[in-house]
């Protein structure tokens, strides 16, 4: 299975010099050759980048499959363990030995390297992209606030849009990536293609959104901690003992073996689903939390019972339940959005496996069986409990057994889901600000791993008050999808396609980078060129990623409109403070 990309090492990464000079570890070179530039170079010219790409591409398709392995579709969702050593020395043949591209061993030394740290396959990928701990178990709320129609019409469009925004990411990598020049996150992608500014926007987003999802794993293993224990545990504890325990599982530098604890996840979460759908099919839903359902969020006098205490039936909407109350809906629509939400971690994914060519088979496996198994998972739950269903869904059945069984299950889905994003999250942190501004040592040096130790606490607590602040689970969800999750699904793919479609169309035959002399040929500059590289060739798709980016940019300012307004009337009610003991989940006092 794979290591989860390169932040998955210890930090650091084995190419670059960790013990001389004053920039040590950062990848800061005095020399121009590939493997002695800075990590983030901003001299080295697009038309080098694709060149040597390329060359990377034509040497990865040249490999053979080891021992008799295939790439069909079912060694995708159950690979054979991969027994093949990373390469500790190259058989260069005599196109790719050529000297004006490899003029000392140091250069052929950096490629094995490159190598070596590229080990996933395509069903590693499948189960990476399918750990999300969130997707299906926010399903069925968002068909309660959308009605059976908009839903499952809504979900199909983002499932589709968020495969076609893994195939743009794809393409943009595979014209980028190299031995020499390896794209590491999808903040490398934006640098390459748009300068410093964009990386550090992608960045700034990227943690944010890690750092959310630490905080809304805290307040869902806090809920269902407080329901297993019939809220006799003050709820700012139970949310509290989750982050003391990220600040042990913290310590875990290194993820190589996540793959197969990520194959573990997918499995217990199907589990999950199977225990609560079988669970809702014989049993009324869980209408002591009626005030933190769907229908409560929609119109709250769909799940508020009478004087004599008799709760209405269950209801269901052939289209929007309230359309008066379209806020609701988009609130609801933002957890079907947290299904897609891998897309951060493409580009991370795509830099780690041997052939790249075949992440789009993992992908779209990935994203067909979220698209199949959370759809019907979502409208069985939503046609057995109605607008009494609960985000998540497994905290809305009523067995208190069953119920327990469910949440702890999902207690353990979501420490390995906090494992991973708390990794990525420090490290990326770390990596881009304490490395790179501040000159911290890497974290595979032992000053690296003190600082390491102290920052983990120090980030989870963070979270933790993060989640306290924002006790609603599902306006939390709302607005960490629409303002980071919708960006990198939706927003940022279409907008980094499009200037790397506008710089590769633009490169004529007589245009390009010469390694020999390491300058670049362009017979055209500026407005001109661009709007040569628009449109040329794919001028359509160029169309079509500006119409994309737009609709997404719209569509995020309407989440962010429709979860702010919600966190509003949340606010409004007194009894749901942060850092409260009781549970949001009880309704009973």
Same mark, same amino acid.
């Given at each position: 299975?794979?290591?989860?990309?390169?932040?998955?090492?210890?930090?650091?990464?084995?190419?670059?010099?960790?013990?001389?000079?004053?920039?040590?570890?950062?990848?800061?070179?005095?020399?121009?050759?590939?493997?002695?530039?800075?990590?983030?170079?901003?001299?080295?010219?697009?038309?080098?980048?694709?060149?040597?790409?390329?060359?990377?591409? #034509?040497?990865?398709?040249?490999?053979?499959?080891?021992?008799?392995?295939?790439?069909?579709?079912?060694?995708?969702?159950?690979?054979?363990?991969?027994?093949?050593?990373?390469?500790?020395?190259?058989?260069?043949?005599?196109?790719?030995?050529?000297?004006?591209?490899?003029?000392?061993?140091?250069?052929?030394?950096?490629?094995?390297?490159?190598?070596?740290?590229?080990?996933?396959?395509?069903?590693?990928?499948?189960?990476?992209?399918?750990?999300?701990?969130?997707?299906?178990?926010?399903?069925?709320?968002?068909?309660?606030?959308?009605?059976?129609?908009?839903?499952?019409?809504?979900?199909?469009?983002?499932?589709?849009?968020?495969?076609?925004?893994?195939?743009?990411?794809?393409?943009?990598?595979?014209?980028?990536?190299?031995?020499?020049?390896?794209?590491?996150?999808?903040?490398?992608?934006?640098?390459?293609?748009?300068?410093?500014?964009?990386?550090?926007?992608?960045?700034?987003?990227?943690?944010?959104?890690?750092?959310?999802?630490?905080?809304?794993?805290?307040?869902?293993?806090?809920?269902?901690?407080?329901?297993?224990?019939?809220?006799?545990?003050?709820?700012?504890?139970?949310?509290?003992?989750?982050?003391?325990?990220?600040?042990?599982?913290?310590?875990?530098?290194?993820?190589?073996?996540?793959?197969?604890?990520?194959?573990?996840?997918?499995?217990?979460?199907?589990?999950?689903?199977?225990?609560?759908?079988?669970?809702?099919?014989?049993?009324?839903?869980?209408?002591?939390?009626?005030?933190?359902?769907?229908?409560?969020?929609?119109?709250?006098?769909?799940?508020?019972?009478?004087?004599?205490?008799?709760?209405?039936?269950?209801?269901?909407?052939?289209?929007?339940?309230?359309?008066?109350?379209?806020?609701?809906?988009?609130?609801?629509?933002?957890?079907?959005?947290?299904?897609?939400?891998?897309?951060?971690?493409?580009?991370?994914?795509?830099?780690?496996?041997?052939?790249?060519?075949?992440?789009?088979?993992?992908?779209?496996? #990935?994203?067909?069986?979220?698209?199949?198994?959370?759809?019907?998972?979502?409208?069985?739950?939503?046609?057995?409990?109605?607008?009494?269903?609960?985000?998540?869904?497994?905290?809305?059945?009523?067995?208190?057994?069953?119920?327990?069984?469910?949440?702890?299950?999902?207690?353990?889905?979501?420490?390995?889901?906090?494992?991973?994003?708390?990794?990525?999250?420090?490290?990326?942190?770390?990596?881009?600000?304490?490395?790179?501004?501040?000159?911290?040592?890497?974290?595979?040096?032992?000053?690296?791993?003190?600082?390491?130790?102290?920052?983990?606490?120090?980030?989870?607590?963070?979270?933790?008050?993060?989640?306290?602040?924002?006790?609603?689970?599902?306006?939390?969800?709302?607005?960490?999808?629409?303002?980071?999750?919708?960006?990198?699904?939706?927003?940022?793919?279409?907008?980094?396609?499009?200037?790397?479609?506008?710089?590769?169309?633009?490169?004529?035959?007589?245009?390009?980078?010469?390694?020999?002399?390491?300058?670049?040929?362009?017979?055209?500059?500026?407005?001109?060129?661009?709007?040569?590289?628009?449109?040329?060739?794919?001028?359509?798709?160029?169309?079509?990623?500006?119409?994309?980016?737009?609709?997404?940019? #719209?569509?995020?300012?309407?989440?962010?409109?429709?979860?702010?307004?919600?966190?509003?009337?949340?606010?409004?009610?007194?009894?749901?403070?942060?850092?409260?003991?009781?549970?949001?989940?009880?309704?009973?006092?």
């Amino acid at each position: 299975m794979s290591n989860l990309a390169n932040l998955a090492l210890d930090g650091g990464d084995p190419r670059l010099n960790s013990t001389k000079g004053e920039l040590a570890g950062q990848g800061i070179v005095p020399y121009t050759q590939p493997q002695m530039r800075a990590l983030h170079d901003s001299s080295v010219s697009f038309e080098e980048y694709h060149y040597y790409a390329v060359q990377t591409r #034509a040497l990865e398709d040249s490999l053979v499959v080891p021992n008799g392995q295939t790439r069909g579709f079912l060694s995708t969702i159950i690979p054979r363990k991969d027994k093949e050593k990373p390469p500790t020395s190259m058989v260069i043949d005599g196109k790719d030995s050529d000297p004006a591209r490899h003029a000392t061993v140091a250069h052929e030394d950096w490629i094995n390297a490159s190598r070596a740290l590229r080990t996933a396959t395509a069903g590693a990928v499948f189960y990476l992209i399918t750990t999300d701990i969130l997707g299906p178990f926010g399903l069925p709320y968002a068909f309660a606030t959308t009605g059976w129609g908009p839903g499952v019409a809504l979900y199909t469009v983002f499932g589709f849009m968020a495969g076609f925004s893994g195939w743009l990411l794809w393409l943009c990598f595979m014209g980028l990536d190299s031995y020499q020049y390896p794209v590491k996150s999808i903040g490398d992608v934006a640098f390459r293609l748009y300068g410093s500014w964009a990386r550090y926007v992608v960045n700034i987003l990227q943690s944010i959104q890690l750092i959310c999802n630490v905080a809304v794993l805290i307040i869902a293993n806090g809920e269902a901690l407080s329901e297993v224990s019939k809220f006799k545990l003050c709820y700012a504890i139970c949310c509290l003992v989750w982050a003391l325990a990220g600040f042990l599982l913290g310590q875990i530098r290194t993820l190589q073996k996540f793959g197969f604890i990520a194959n573990a996840a997918v499995w217990i979460n199907l589990l999950i689903m199977f225990i609560t759908m079988g669970v809702a099919a014989h049993s009324d839903p869980l209408y002591s939390a009626s005030a933190s359902s769907a229908g409560y969020s929609v119109n709250p006098a769909l799940a508020t019972p009478d004087d004599a205490g008799n709760y209405p039936p269950i209801q269901h909407s052939g289209g929007l339940p309230n359309p008066a109350n379209f806020g609701a809906s988009i609130t609801g629509l933002m957890q079907a959005v947290y299904a897609y939400g891998g897309a951060m971690l493409f580009i991370e994914f795509m830099s780690e496996m041997k052939r790249p060519h075949d992440f789009v088979k993992g992908m779209w496996g #990935a994203q067909f069986f979220i698209y199949v198994c959370y759809m019907l998972y979502g409208l069985f739950m939503y046609g057995y409990q109605g607008q009494y269903v609960q985000n998540p869904s497994y905290l809305g059945i009523s067995p208190y057994a069953w119920q327990s069984v469910g949440n702890v299950l999902a207690m353990v889905t979501a420490l390995i889901a906090a494992a991973l994003y708390g990794n990525i999250g420090v490290k990326v942190l770390y990596n881009n600000i304490a490395v790179e501004f501040f000159r911290a040592p890497p974290l595979t040096q032992k000053a690296g791993k003190y600082l390491w130790v102290g920052i983990i606490p120090i980030y989870w607590s963070i979270a933790f008050v993060i989640g306290a602040a924002i006790p609603d689970f599902s306006g939390f969800t709302a607005i960490v999808s629409a303002v980071c999750i919708l960006q990198f699904t939706y927003t940022f793919p279409p907008f980094l396609h499009l200037a790397y479609n506008i710089k590769k169309n633009a490169l004529r035959s007589d245009e390009g980078f010469d390694p020999a002399t390491g300058t670049v040929t362009r017979l055209d500059t500026g407005i001109r060129r661009m709007v040569r590289g628009f449109m040329a060739r794919s001028w359509y798709l160029n169309v079509f990623n500006v119409i994309y980016f737009l609709g997404g940019l #719209a569509t995020a300012g309407l989440g962010i409109w429709a979860a702010v307004e919600n966190l509003i009337l949340i606010y409004s009610v007194p009894e749901l403070n942060a850092l409260s003991c009781h549970s949001p989940l009880d309704v009973s006092t």
